[in-house]
């Protein structure tokens, strides 16, 4: 067999993802286009491109070649049919709301939600969106919460900060039995580690602005369309976006309401910024991963750490099958402190360890997830999640392994 007959692994393909569609005078990495209009010699193309009859770009709020450049990076990270770039990640699970859900739709979604995520949630909730917040980690109790009007069941790879593992398999199985929408959130364990797609997931929400881009230096988000939903029965599509394959139309709306309508537009400079970060991907993931493992062995092990979370260890709950369907375990822990220790004079006290609120860089960032990223949501609900004050979430980076064990075990001591 040729070299050419074989399929490329995930780095080979993702390093030269751009050269793939051929930029512009032999150069590597598609440049960036920073214009918002584009011109027709012939106004009939125009209308065409509008239209939907002919590919081509018409604003840049909608299309831009150097972000379609980044959403076709995207597309083959995740094994999809399509993908759609937004301003953050936020933006792009907002999207898919917005485009798709109509007061009195139900969703449910796992108990175990990102903070911002969660917030959003609610807010859909005061539109008449009707939300069950449910454990995940089991698919009967998302099969309990069901109703007539359910359309799309939520869950995250791997939860932020306590790192519980949804039910991927039993949820998949579930959403392809009742015909609903299958999303998952796959920036904690990022393409890399993990593909929604062999789950069931109908779409594939990424936060570039963690992991995929890796530096801190640039927001984005996107949602990839995996194609295994047939949307010839979802009630609340326009006629207008009903054209070609039925597994595309809810793209389409999406990219019609969603990005046109709604407007969270990436920009051409983080999308170049982003899709260049991310052909390191697999290095840095699997190096912070390493490292996070070494990590949270030695908080297992340390008398001044109360609990340590993090899917590596064989006594997390969910270990198993955090085995059987990631390639690693990722970055993300957190860890619980003992009362004897204050997290903020604990945090003051690391060298190296930046506290910061960020993920996926490639520093190790920490943060107190009690007093910050969770604290609107209020002790009962904080209480329900499992986050106490003492809780401290990690982020880990790709330093030297001993490097951040000792800054650890200066702090601790």
Known sequence: ???????????????????????????????????????????????????????GYNYGRQQNPTVNALQNRVTRMEGGQGTVAFATGMAAIGSILFALLRQGDHVISSAFLFGNTNSLFHTFINFGVEVSFV?????????????????????????????QIADLEGIGALCREHGLIFVVDNTITTPCLFNPREVGASFIINSLSKSFGGHGDALGGSVTDTGLYDWQDYPHLYDNYKTGPSTTWGMTQLKKKGLRDFGATLSPEAAHTLALGSETLSLRVERASSNALALAQFFEAHPRVR?????????????????????????????????????????????????????????????????????????????????????????????????????????LA
């Open 1 to 55: 067999m040729s070299t050419q007959d074989k399929p490329a692994h995930f780095d080979t393909v993702n390093l030269h993802s751009d050269r793939s569609d051929k930029p512009e005078h032999g150069s590597l990495h598609k440049a960036v286009h920073t214009s918002i209009a584009f011109e027709y010699d012939d106004a009939r193309d125009l209308a065409a491109v509008f239209q939907g009859r002919k590919s």
């Open 135 to 163: 454990d995940a980690t089991d698919s009967a109790a998302v099969r309990a919460a069901l109703r007539p009007n359910t359309r799309i069941v939520f869950v995250e790879t791997i939860a932020n900060p306590v790192t």
């Open 307 to 411: 609990k340590v979370n993090y899917p590596g260890l064989p006594s997390h709950p969910q270990h198993a099958r955090a085995a059987k369907l990631f390639r690693h375990f990722g970055a993300l822990m957190s860890i619980e402190l003992i009362d004897e220790i204050d997290c903020f004079d604990f945090l003051n006290r690391l060298q190296y360890v930046v506290s910061s609120s960020n993920l996926g860089d490639t520093r190790t960032l920490a943060i107190p997830v009690a007093h910050t990223i969770f604290f609107e949501m209020g002790a009962a609900r904080r209480a329900l999640m499992g986050i106490p004050d003492s809780m401290i979430r990690l982020a880990v980076g790709i330093e030297n392994i001993d490097d951040l064990v000792a800054d650890f075990s200066q702090a």
